[in-house]
């Protein structure tokens, strides 16, 4: 079963997306904020980390940067997940380590694909 990391404040943004992995056979380990996030990576072993921008307290690209420079960590395939459609948040999220960037609203089969080709 393949693991995946999910790190979205949004309550109903998170049941959706936790609602249509786990039914497509992903076992999902959510958290709502950045608190313990490399904790939570070491405790779950995802293949794949989804993160928001936005995150109360901290956001998704200072999560990305501390994964990145964790070197049992850093192999870890991560997508940065946001509403902000500018060229320059896009950027700056490839720039500091995501390995795609999907702009909200998304579709299913959009994340599925991202995830699929990235979680090996």
Known sequence: MKRVLLVEDNYASALLICDYLL??????????????FLDKVRACEPQI??????????????????????????????VVISAAATRRQREQALAAGANDYLLKPFSFEKLTSVLEQLAL
């Open 49 to 78: 980390i989804v993160l928001d921008w936005l995150l109360p307290a901290t956001n998704g690209l200072e999560l990305l940067q501390a994964l990145r420079q964790e070197p049992e960590l850093r192999h870890i395939p991560a």
């Open 23 to 36: 039914g497509i056979g992903w076992l999902v380990t959510h958290a709502a904020d950045g608190d313990g």
